[in-house]
């Protein structure tokens, strides 16, 4: 088997990091635990993960055997590449992934196209988002259905699928990391974007709701929602006051968002990204905003106030139920994903904190993930040693949503780093 992508090499993101304002801490973290003992109150640090190969870091052609292969975009950008990582998801498939550098460079020889692409147990290679969702709905029939769901049209279920396109923007340029943002003169003017979002309240409308074909989740909700989502938190960067959630102008909208969160447990708690991370996209120069970001109207702490209002508690019990390799809560799922990086996290660190031998930072992780279990415990928000909050602020500054792990997990960690 392959070695598991290394967190530390993920976390080393292509946009540029702002510090955020410390805050008065409430309960003293006492001595860091060894690792070991992390790991006997974390079993799933030490459970065998899904195949993940990263082949930015392991270029050379993989044996992929037999098995099912996600091959999708490294950095979790591509919204095409959601869709199917998605479907899987929410199909509890086993199956392994292989991550594409589409955008850094490292992109391996050996690898043909785009992402996504599905490798069969077969041998056969398939590509393009929406017939790769309906083949796997085929392939999986004893699965979750969704083209159509139990009791749904399967033409309502085509129809939906086939509006997204005719519904988004088409005078944007093309881009699969900025989709259906910028033109090449900018940010799309306001009208557009409300104009997509009137017409998405209108789809929605069509149905008893809260899905897009009824009360459950089906492969048009899948084909949108990567959108959608990036809309929610990009557009109020783009444009003042414009706002996709708000429940006064798209009541169907809004109330869409709020299902796929609640309801959808594998997009809540491990695909959905998060505000702060695709507020952090905007500023990367050359991804289909003709290399010049645009100045952002939300700062970065309006961002993260955003992600902090989401409680995935509700559906993380859902998501982790036959998982045994995602831990029992967004806490505990941050601090094992520490544990199984601790080395590589621990050089990063040393390299990049001021004044921080590994050793420290070595130590510092061993107290950041013991803060998050105490955070996990109920006991109030921890207090960290200045190297334990250097190395909080790092993780936080560097992390990428939903590339490094869940936005529920990721806003346990982000919340040592604002403490």
Not at 21 to 48: D, K, Q
Not at 168 to 186: E, H, I, K, T, V
Not at 384 to 398: D, G, Q, V
């Amino acid at each position: 088997m392959a070695a598991l992508s290394p967190l530390a090499a993920l976390f080393a993101l292509p946009y540029p990091t702002t510090p955020r304002p410390a805050r008065r801490s409430h309960v003293v973290c006492r001595a860091a635990p060894s690792w070991s003992s992390l790991e006997a109150a974390l079993p799933s640090s030490t459970c065998p993960q899904p195949r993940l190969i990263d082949a930015a870091l392991h270029p050379a052609k993989p044996d992929l055997g037999n098995s099912l292969t996600l091959f999708r975009e490294r950095n979790g950008w591509c919204p095409y590449s959601e869709r199917v990582w998605l479907t899987m998801e929410v199909k509890s498939l086993d199956y392994q992934t292989v991550l594409i550098d589409n955008t850094g460079g490292g992109k391996p020889s050996w690898y043909r196209g785009n992402t996504p692409q599905l490798r069969w147990p077969d041998g056969r290679v398939q590509d393009e988002s929406l017939e790769l969702m309906r083949a796997l709905d085929d392939a999986f029939p004893d699965s979750p259905r969704l083209w159509p769901p139990s009791g749904v049209d399967p033409a309502a279920v085509s129809e939906a699928v086939r509006a997204f396109k005719s519904t988004f923007p088409r005078s944007a340029r093309p881009s699969s990391r900025a989709a259906f943002l910028y033109d090449f003169n900018g940010p799309l003017p306001r009208s557009e974007f409300e104009r997509t979002l009137d017409a998405t309240d209108a789809w929605l409308a069509r149905s008893p709701g809260p899905f897009f074909c009824g009360g459950a989740l089906s492969a048009a909700d899948i084909a949108w929602v990567p959108f959608l989502e990036r809309y929610a938190a990009q557009l109020p960067c783009l444009h003042d006051g414009l706002e996709p959630r708000d429940a006064s102008r798209w009541p169907r909208l809004a109330e869409w968002y709020d299902a796929m969160e609640a309801r959808v447990p594998a997009y809540a708690c491990r695909v959905q990204g998060d505000a702060a991370s695709w507020r952090k996209v905007l500023t990367v120069a050359g991804y289909g905003n003709a290399g010049a970001p645009p100045r952002l109207l939300r700062d970065e702490a309006a961002a993260c106030r955003r992600d902090a209002a989401a409680d995935a508690d509700g559906t993380w019990a859902a998501y982790a139920a036959g998982r045994p390799h995602v831990a029992a809560s967004p806490c505990e799922e941050a601090a094992a994903r520490l544990v199984r990086s601790r080395r590589l996290l621990a050089a990063d660190a040393a390299r990049r904190i001021e004044r921080t031998a590994e050793s420290a930072a070595d130590e510092a992780l061993r107290g950041v993930a013991a803060a998050l279990l105490a955070l996990r415990s109920g006991d109030g928000m921890p207090a960290l040693s200045p190297t334990e909050a250097a190395l909080a602020k790092y993780l936080a500054e560097r992390m990428c949503v939903p590339r490094d792990m869940g936005a529920p997990a990721a806003q346990a960690l982000r919340s040592l780093s604002s403490a």
